[in-house]
C-alpha cells in the first residue's frame, strides 16, 4: 500500500511540476527571448536619464499605467502615436478605437513596428507588444478586437507620444 501510494505522490508531484513550467515559464522560450536584441541599446542608467520615472517603468521594467490615466484615451486628432522611448512610429490614429478598457486601443499596428513575445505573469499566458526598434514594453494585444483584424492592442499611453498631422 504504501509503495502505490508513494508511486502516485511521485508521479502527480512530477507532472504537476511539468505543467508548472509549460505553463508559467521555465522553458527555453523564455531564455530565448531575453537575449534578442534591439537595433536601439541603451544602459539602464541612460534609459532612465531619457524616460520620465513613469516611462522607464512601463518602457523598461513592463509596469503597467494606472487605468484611464492617460491623456492619449481622449486624443482623437489625425496623427501618428510614436515609441516615447526611440520616437518610432508605432499606430496610424485612424486605427485607434474606443476599447472601453481604460487603455488607448487600436486595431493594428503600422507595418514593421512592433514585436510580440509571450508573457506568462499574472498566472496566465498573453501576449506582450514591444516596440521593435528598441524593445519597451508597450502593453498586450488580444483576440476581442473590432474588425477588419478582430484585434485589441491595449497599449500604456505613457510609452507612446502624439505626433499630429501636418495642417495641409
Same mark, same amino acid.
Request: aromatic share 10%; net charge positive; hydrophobic share 40%.
Given at each position: 500500500?504504501?509503495? !502505490?501510494?508513494?508511486? $502516485?505522490? %511521485?508521479?502527480? &508531484?512530477?507532472?504537476?511540476?511539468? *505543467? &508548472?513550467?509549460?505553463?508559467?515559464? &521555465?522553458?527555453?522560450?523564455?531564455?530565448?527571448q531575453? /537575449?534578442?536584441?534591439?537595433?536601439?541599446?541603451?544602459?539602464?542608467a541612460?534609459?532612465?536619464?531619457?524616460?520620465t520615472?513613469?516611462?522607464?517603468? %512601463? *518602457? !523598461?521594467?513592463?509596469g503597467t499605467? !494606472? *487605468?484611464g #490615466? #492617460?491623456?492619449?484615451?481622449?486624443?482623437k486628432?489625425?496623427?501618428?502615436?510614436?515609441?516615447?522611448g526611440c520616437? $518610432? =512610429? $508605432?499606430?496610424?490614429?485612424?486605427?485607434?478605437?474606443?476599447?472601453?478598457t481604460?487603455?488607448?486601443?487600436?486595431?493594428? =499596428?503600422?507595418?514593421?513596428?512592433?514585436?510580440?513575445?509571450?508573457? @506568462?505573469?499574472?498566472?496566465?499566458?498573453?501576449?506582450?507588444?514591444?516596440? @521593435? @526598434?528598441?524593445?519597451?514594453?508597450? &502593453?498586450?494585444?488580444?483576440?476581442?478586437?473590432?474588425?477588419?483584424?478582430? $484585434? !485589441?492592442y491595449?497599449?500604456?499611453?505613457?510609452?507612446? /507620444?502624439? %505626433? =499630429?498631422?501636418?495642417?495641409?
Open positions: 500500500m504504501d509503495n !502505490r501510494r508513494t508511486f $502516485l505522490m %511521485v508521479t502527480t &508531484g512530477g507532472l504537476m511540476a511539468f *505543467l &508548472g513550467l509549460r505553463l508559467f515559464g &521555465g522553458g527555453g522560450d523564455a531564455a530565448a531575453a /537575449k534578442k536584441t534591439f537595433e536601439i541599446e541603451k544602459s539602464d541612460e534609459w532612465r536619464k531619457l524616460l520615472p513613469a516611462q522607464y517603468n %512601463v *518602457l !523598461r521594467a513592463h499605467e !494606472r *487605468l #490615466s #492617460s491623456s492619449l484615451n481622449q486624443e486628432r489625425k496623427g501618428t502615436f510614436v515609441c516615447a520616437d $518610432l =512610429p $508605432l499606430f496610424a490614429s485612424d486605427t485607434k478605437y474606443e476599447s472601453g481604460g487603455w488607448p486601443g487600436f486595431w493594428q =499596428p503600422l507595418p514593421d513596428a512592433i514585436g510580440t513575445k509571450t508573457d @506568462r505573469s499574472l498566472f496566465m499566458a498573453r501576449t506582450e507588444v514591444h516596440c @521593435r @526598434r528598441c524593445g519597451g514594453h508597450l &502593453g498586450h494585444v488580444f483576440n476581442d478586437g473590432p474588425k477588419p483584424t478582430g $484585434l !485589441r491595449c497599449m500604456n499611453g505613457v510609452s507612446l /507620444k502624439f %505626433v =499630429p498631422a501636418a495642417a495641409a
